[in-house]
C-alpha cells in the first residue's frame, strides 16, 4: 500500500473544488497580531465598544422575556419580514427602492456571497473582480472553482475602459462572465469610492454585455462627508444583485446580512439558504428588528463615522509625517481600510515577518489577488485600534519600511516579487 508522506491521510478524498479552500492571509495573520504587544492593523473589526452596550443589553433581555419562546425557533429560509421591511428602509437611505418580498437574510454578507456563487458558478466559469479585491469573496470564489479575472482599479474605482477591454476580450475568446463582483463605496482593501460619472458607465457597460454586477456594500452608510452615495443597484434593478451587512453598522456578531435581488434570482437564493442552513438565526433577526425599531441607529451611525473618521485621520497624519519617500496611498472618505504601496524592490509579504517582530502587524497586498500577484502592497485597517495605538503602529512600521530600503540598497535588487494593481496616490493628493 502507498504511503502518504502528507499530514492529512484525508487528501484523495475531497472533491475537487476542496483543493481551492486554502488559508487567507488575513487569517494566518490572527494569532500573532492578537497579542496585545502588536499593534494590529491588519483585521478589519468593527468598534462595537461605540454602541450603548447597556442598552442594548435591555433590548435584548426584554426580547428573551417577551417574545423569547418566538425567537428561539426556527424561521423561514427568506428570513423574518418585518426585518425585511425594515432592511428596505436602510437601502432607501441609498436610493435603492425595494420590496420586502425580493431581499433574502442571511449569515452576514459572507453567507450572501456562497449562495450567489452557489447558483451562478459552474467550475471554470468567469468571474470578474476589482484587482485588489476582497479577501473573502476571493476565497469564496476560489472554493466554486471559478476563474477569477481582474479589473483593475485607481484613486476613482474600477476603470470603465478596463472592463469594456477585459468583457470585449472575453468575448472574443468565447468565454461567458457570471458576473461583476464590486465593492463600490468605501473598497475593501484599497478604501477608494467608485466615482458618480463611473457608475452610470460601468453599469451601462454591463448592459451592454449582458452581466450582472454583484455590487456588496457594507460600508456605504460609514462615510466622513456629506450624504450616503448612491447605490448601483438604485440605478439599476435588473443587472444588480446588491449586498447588505449589519456587521458594521450594528455588530459583527450578529451575523445578519442580506441580499436583494431581481424576483427570479431571489427564489433560487431562499432554496440554496434552506439547503445550506434551514433557516438564519431567528434570534439574531429579531434582536437587529428590535434595533431598529427602538434603538436611535440613525445617530448610532453618525457616531460610528466620527469615531471612524478620528482613527483614519490619525492614521493618515502619521503615514504622511513617518512614512519615508517612494511609499505612496489611498486617503479613503469612509469605511475601515487604506491601501498602501511600498517603493520598488520591496514585497510586503516578505516583510510582514519583520514587522511582527517589531511589534505591528499588516495585511500583504498578496491576499487580494486571485494570482497572488500584489507584493509591493498591503492594506491597513484603522477602525479598531485607539488613535494613539494607531499613531505608533504606523511608527513602527515605517521604521521596518526604512530597514528595508536600505538592505535594497545596500544589496541591489528586488528584496521581493512584482507588483500589480491600483497605483495609489501619493501623500499630497486629497
Not at 341 to 346: D, H, I, Q
Amino acid at each position: 500500500m502507498e504511503q502518504h508522506s502528507r499530514t492529512d491521510v484525508y487528501a484523495d478524498r475531497y472533491a475537487a473544488r476542496a483543493a481551492g479552500m486554502v488559508p487567507s492571509e488575513i487569517r494566518a495573520l490572527f494569532a500573532m497580531a492578537a497579542r496585545p504587544e502588536v499593534v494590529s492593523l491588519a483585521g478589519g473589526m468593527p468598534n462595537v465598544s461605540a454602541l450603548p452596550l447597556d442598552a442594548v443589553g435591555q433590548m435584548i433581555g426584554d426580547l428573551v422575556a417577551g417574545r423569547g419562546a418566538e425567537a428561539l425557533q426556527y424561521g423561514s429560509a427568506q428570513g423574518d419580514e418585518q426585518l425585511r421591511e425594515r432592511i428596505c428602509e436602510v437601502m432607501a437611505l441609498e436610493g435603492v427602492q425595494a420590496s420586502p418580498d425580493d431581499v433574502v437574510v442571511t449569515v452576514g454578507a459572507q453567507q450572501a456571497l456562497d449562495l450567489i456563487t452557489k447558483i451562478f458558478v459552474d467550475p471554470g466559469d468567469v468571474v470578474l473582480a476589482e484587482a485588489p479585491s476582497y479577501v473573502g469573496a476571493l476565497g469564496t470564489f476560489a472554493s466554486y472553482q471559478a476563474d477569477v479575472v481582474h479589473v483593475p482599479l485607481d484613486e476613482g474605482g474600477l476603470i470603465p475602459s478596463a472592463l469594456r477591454e477585459t468583457l470585449a476580450s472575453l468575448r472574443a475568446q468565447g468565454r461567458s462572465v457570471k458576473f461583476l463582483y464590486t465593492v463600490p463605496t468605501f473598497q475593501n482593501p484599497a478604501g477608494v469610492t467608485l466615482t458618480t460619472a463611473r457608475r452610470a458607465q460601468i453599469l451601462e457597460i454591463c448592459a451592454e454585455f449582458d452581466v450582472l454586477v454583484v455590487e456588496d456594500n457594507p460600508y456605504g452608510l460609514l462615510g466622513f462627508d456629506g450624504e450616503p452615495m448612491r447605490a448601483l443597484r438604485a440605478d439599476d434593478s435588473e443587472h444588480v444583485i446588491y449586498l447588505g451587512s449589519f456587521s458594521k453598522t450594528i455588530a459583527s456578531g450578529l451575523r445578519v446580512g442580506w441580499v436583494l435581488a431581481p424576483h427570479a434570482v431571489r427564489a433560487k437564493l431562499v432554496l440554496a439558504a434552506e439547503s445550506a442552513i434551514l433557516c438564519p438565526s431567528n434570534f439574531s433577526q429579531f434582536a437587529v428588528r428590535e434595533y431598529l425599531t427602538t434603538q436611535p441607529w440613525r445617530e448610532q451611525i453618525k457616531d460610528f463615522r466620527e469615531l471612524y473618521r478620528a482613527r483614519r485621520d490619525a492614521m493618515l497624519e502619521s503615514l504622511d509625517q513617518l512614512m519615508p519617500d517612494g511609499c505612496t496611498w489611498t486617503r479613503p472618505a469612509g469605511g475601515f481600510f487604506v491601501w498602501l504601496t511600498l517603493p520598488e524592490g520591496l514585497d510586503a509579504k516578505a516583510m510582514a515577518p519583520r514587522a511582527i517582530a517589531e511589534r505591528v502587524a499588516y495585511v500583504p497586498g498578496t491576499g487580494f489577488y486571485a494570482d497572488g500577484t500584489g507584493h509591493r502592497h498591503m492594506r491597513l485597517s484603522y477602525c479598531f485600534p485607539e488613535p494613539h495605538r494607531i499613531r505608533e503602529g504606523i511608527r513602527r512600521l515605517a521604521a521596518v519600511v526604512e530597514q528595508e530600503i536600505r538592505l535594497r540598497d545596500t544589496f541591489g535588487g528586488a528584496v521581493g516579487g512584482g507588483s500589480t494593481g491600483i497605483q495609489a496616490p501619493g501623500p499630497d493628493v486629497v
